[in-house]
C-alpha cells in the first residue's frame, strides 16, 4: 500500500506557502496606505501603484479624446511619464527644488526647459528674448499656473493654451511665455513670478488658477499628490477657511507684484468638467468640487476688484455647448478644442489688459541701467 504521508506533506507545504503569499501581499498593502506618504518602502511600493494606474487612466483618455485619432498613443504615454516621474528628476541629482516637471525633455510631443516650463528655449534665452522683445515693441506675457495652463492633454506643443495665444496675438505685437508646471497651485505661481518671471520683464501677467489651492487643503488625502494634480487614497473633507484664505493671500500677492502703470495682471478661474456645462467626463472625480467653485469665483472677482486687476471667469466657457465633452481631457484638464476655447477667450483680455498700459521706463530698464552703472 502507497505511503500517504510524503503527499499529506506537500500539501501542508503549499497552503503554508499560499498562506505566506497572502499574507505578505497584506503586509506590503498595508504598509501602502499607511506609509505611502514616508520614505522608504512604503514611498517606494505607492510611487509604482499609482505610476501604473496613472498609465491606465491615461491610455483611457487619449483612446477616449478623438483628437488623438493619429497620434501614436503609446509613444505619448511615455513621453508624458517621462515629464512627470519622479525617477526622472532624480537622476538629475538629490536636488531638484521647485522643477515640478522633469527639465531638458525633448519629444516628439512635449518639451520641457531647464526649468521643467514647456518651451523649447532655456530660461536663459526666454528671458534675452523677452529683453529684444521689450526693444522691439512687443509686448511680453506671462502665463502662469498649473497643468492645465501647462497643456497636460494637448498633443503636442502647438496645440496649447499658451501655442494658441502666440498664433493669435502674433498680429498684436505680443509673446506669450509658458511658465506653467504640473501641480502648482497659487503659492508656487506667487514664487514663479518673483523668482523666476521677473526675469522675462512682463507686460502682462496672467494667473490661471481654480480648484487646486482649495482642493488640496480643504481634503486630507492618504498618499500624497503627484505633479500632474492627481489625488489618491483616502479624503477627508476640513474646514475650507484656511484654505481659501490661502488662495486669497497669494492671488492677492501676485496682483501687488505684478500691478503698475506699465504692467496689468489678469486672475483667470479655470473650467471644470459639469460645473455649468454638460460634460460627463469624470464627473464623479470632480463633482465634489463644484460646491466649492461659486465661493473660489466670488474669492477671484474680489480679489482682483481690490488690487485693480483683470478677472477672467473662464468657468461657463463651454456652458451653452450641447456636446461640452470635446472640451475635457479628464476632469480637468482640457482636449485641444478646449485649449484652443481658452486661449481664445484669454487673448481678448490681453489685448484689452494691454491697451491700459502706459508707456514709461519701467522697472525693468532703470534695473538695466543699475546693472550697467555698477559693471563700469
Known amino acids: 500500500m502507497p505511503d500517504s504521508k510524503p503527499e499529506s506533506g506537500s500539501k501542508i507545504v503549499n497552503i503554508t506557502i499560499v498562506l505566506s503569499i497572502a499574507i505578505a501581499y497584506a503586509v506590503i498593502a498595508y504598509a501602502v496606505d499607511k506609509f505611502s506618504g514616508s520614505a522608504g518602502p512604503g514611498q517606494w511600493l505607492n510611487q509604482n501603484k499609482i505610476m501604473q494606474e496613472h498609465r491606465v487612466e491615461l491610455r483611457e483618455k487619449v483612446e477616449r479624446d478623438p483628437h488623438f485619432k493619429n497620434v501614436d498613443r503609446e509613444a505619448y504615454i511615455r513621453e508624458m511619464e517621462q515629464i512627470i516621474t519622479m525617477k526622472q528628476k532624480r537622476n538629475l541629482g538629490n536636488w531638484v527644488s521647485y522643477k515640478s516637471f522633469t ?7 512635449v518639451h520641457t526647459n531647464d ?12 528671458a534675452e528674448k523677452a529683453r529684444a522683445n521689450n526693444q522691439k515693441g512687443i509686448r511680453n506675457v506671462l502665463l502662469l499656473g498649473g497643468s492645465v495652463a501647462f497643456g497636460y492633454g494637448s498633443t503636442d ?33 506667487l514664487f514663479s513670478l ?23 487643503l480643504a481634503y486630507e488625502s492618504k498618499g500624497g499628490n503627484l505633479a500632474w494634480g492627481l489625488w489618491s487614497g483616502i479624503e477627508q473633507e476640513k474646514k475650507p477657511e484656511f484654505a481659501l484664505d490661502f488662495q486669497y493671500h497669494n492671488l492677492e500677492a501676485i496682483c501687488k507684484l505684478g500691478t503698475g502703470p506699465e504692467r496689468q495682471v489678469i486672475l483667470a478661474l479655470q473650467p471644470l468638467s459639469g460645473f455649468e456645462n454638460d ?8 463633482n465634489k468640487m463644484w460646491g466649492y467653485y461659486p465661493k473660489i469665483r466670488t474669492l477671484f472677482e474680489t480679489v482682483s476688484k481690490n488690487n485693480n486687476a483683470h478677472f477672467v471667469d473662464l468657468s461657463p466657457l463651454f456652458k451653452d455647448e450641447s456636446r461640452a465633452d470635446i472640451n475635457f481631457f479628464d476632469k480637468a484638464h482640457l482636449t485641444v478644442t478646449g485649449q484652443k476655447k481658452v ?34
Open 279 to 286: 460634460s460627463k467626463v469624470e464627473n464623479e472625480k470632480i
Open 194 to 216: 518673483s523668482a523666476i518671471g521677473w526675469q522675462l520683464e512682463p507686460d502682462i501677467i496672467i494667473a490661471m488658477e481654480g480648484y487646486a489651492d482649495v482642493y488640496h
Open 343 to 376: 486661449a481664445q477667450a484669454l487673448a481678448t483680455a490681453v489685448i484689452e489688459a494691454g491697451s491700459r498700459n502706459e508707456s514709461s521706463e519701467t522697472a525693468f530698464t532703470q534695473r538695466q541701467k543699475i546693472i550697467a552703472d555698477i559693471l563700469q
Open 103 to 109: 527639465p531638458n525633455v525633448r519629444g516628439q510631443y
Open 157 to 189: 506643443d502647438q496645440q496649447t493654451i499658451s501655442g494658441f495665444m502666440n498664433e493669435l496675438l502674433k498680429g498684436e505685437k505680443f509673446e506669450v511665455f509658458n511658465l506653467a508646471q504640473g501641480g502648482f497651485n497659487s503659492y508656487m505661481d
Open 115 to 126: 526649468f521643467g516650463m514647456r518651451s523649447g528655449l532655456s530660461l536663459r534665452e526666454m
